[in-house]
């Protein structure tokens, strides 16, 4: 398993099994200017970040623009050998703005 491919697993496990609710009311805020109707956004459903829709075999289409997210990411210092967090952003997307990958639209 590549580096990127673990990546991969701890970003869908985070997406899917996360318990912070930070971020919510920028999600709802930011796809609700975008048209999406409140009903239909559903974070951790169908709302996820570039390389988790990739992971789930949907490519983001050309010329979409997601909402950016607060994230805590987490790393094993090299000189310490300890569990560090930091912050850091992402950007999500709605399934709406996706398509199954490998398709032409």
């Given at each position: ?5 673990i ?9 899917e ?11 709802f ?20 970040t ?27 210092d ?13 950007t ?14």
């Amino acid at each position: 398993m590549t580096t990127q491919d673990i990546e991969t697993a701890e970003a869908m496990h985070r997406a899917e099994h996360g318990e912070s609710m930070a971020n919510y009311p920028a999600i709802f805020e930011g796809f609700e200017n975008m048209g999406i109707p409140t009903a239909d956004i559903r974070p951790r459903e169908n709302i996820f970040t570039y390389r988790v829709w990739r992971a789930k075999g949907r490519q983001v289409m050309k010329g979409q623009h997601g909402i950016k997210v607060v994230t805590i990411k987490r790393y094993t210092d090299k000189k310490t050998g300890k569990e560090v967090s930091r912050p850091g952003g992402a950007t999500v997307f709605h399934i709406s703005q996706t398509q199954e990958a490998g398709t032409d639209e």
